[in-house]
Structures are given as structure tokens and as C-alpha cells.
């Protein structure tokens, strides 16, 4: 069994989380301004697959490796980091341009809009210290079938990861028409995003919290 406040204490993570900005939402609202909803959809079921495959390794231990060999998890969560600062580097620059601003990009074909949104999922630093180090601390040895508590409790992630993403894509039409036009808001949102993705890299750079033993 699994208790309530680990399942609140794994939701509440998950939808902090998936609120603030990162690789998963840039790509899905840039690929939804750009090529419409059907489009953002098909990319989210690949970011969705990404989501699987942490669960399948979290479920069959890899944490361990990671306790074991705290160097390689040091070094994946600071190459996260240098990546979500990249991301905070694109939005502020000069000459940077929104997410929500449309753009001309090239109509990909489903099979590489699932692609993309499975690789840019495997990639984003944010998902690998949730599922190495956030949800394993809400695991509780004494209730035993540790496994199993590690697959409830990243579905639970999962659900609400989606649910978010999911309206995100279906307003992120919405919020384009309604920036389009409004050069200050654009601007504003370009820093907002900036800032935060800065902050959340600085977060990820200096937390303590480290993979624990499945």
C-alpha cells in the first residue's frame, strides 16, 4: 500500500514542476503555435513515452546505480543545469523570439513530432532529478514491494504531468493570438521565461537531495 501523503507529496512535486518552464513546454507550445494542436498532440504522446521509459528505469532500480556511483549522477545533474541555462540565454538574448511567437517552421511528419517530443522528454534535466532523486524519497521500505510503490507513484506523475501539458497544448493557440500584436507582453513573457528557467537551473545545480537506494 501506498499512503495518501506520499501520492499528495509526489502530486504537489509534479505539478510545481511541470507549471514552471522547461524543455517539455517550450517544445510542445513552439511546435503548437507553429503547426497547430493536432501537432502539439502527436508531440506529446512522445513526451509521454519519455515519461514511460524514466518510469521503467526507476521502476527497475537505476536509482541504485546512481547512489552507488554519485559522481555520474553529479555530472547528468549539472549538465542539466548548463542546459536549462542555455534555454534561459535563448529567451533573454537580444533578438530572442517567444514561444508563443508563430514562426515558419517546417511541417514534420508524425513519426518525427513523436520523436522529437520522446528525445526532448529523455533530455530534460527537470524529469531525470524527479524521478532520481524526488520520487524515491516518498518510497517507504516498510510497506514493502518497493517496485511497485515506485511504479504507482511515477504514474501518479505521469497523470498529472499529461493533464497539464495537455491543456498548455490545447491554449497555446490562444495565448499566441492574444501576444501577437502586443510587443511589451511578448517581451515580458520572453524574460519571465528566461528568469525562471535561470532560477530553476541554479535550483538543480545546488540541490542536495541524492538518489536513495530502490
Known sequence: MIGTAAIVGVAAAALGMVLTPGPNMMYLVSRTV??????????????????????????????????????????????????LLWLAWRAVRPGGVSVFTPSAMPADPARRLFTMGLVTNLLNPKIAIMYMALIPQFVAPER???????????????????????????????????????????????????????????????????????
Not at 500584436?181 to 537551473?201: C, D, E, K, V, Y
Request: proline content about 3%; overall charge positive.
Open 34 to 83: 507553429s503547426q497547430g494542436r493536432g501537432a502539439g498532440l502527436i508531440s506529446l504522446t512522445g513526451v509521454a513515452a519519455g515519461f514511460g521509459v524514466y518510469l521503467a528505469a526507476a521502476t527497475a532500480g537505476i536509482t541504485t546505480v546512481f547512489a552507488v556511483v554519485p559522481g555520474l549522477y553529479l555530472a547528468l545533474k549539472m549538465a542539466g543545469a548548463a542546459y
Open 144 to 214: 514493502g514491494h518497493l517496485w511497485w510503490q515506485s511504479l504507482c507513484l511515477g504514474s501518479v506523475q505521469i497523470a498529472v504531468a499529461l493533464t497539464v501539458n495537455g491543456l498548455i497544448v490545447l491554449g497555446a493557440g490562444g495565448i499566441s493570438n492574444f501576444l501577437t500584436g502586443r510587443p511589451l507582453w511578448l517581451r515580458a513573457q520572453r524574460w519571465l521565461m528566461g528568469s525562471m528557467l535561470g532560477a530553476i537551473a541554479v535550483m538543480v545545480a545546488t540541490d542536495r537531495a541524492r538518489p536513495v537506494p530502490a
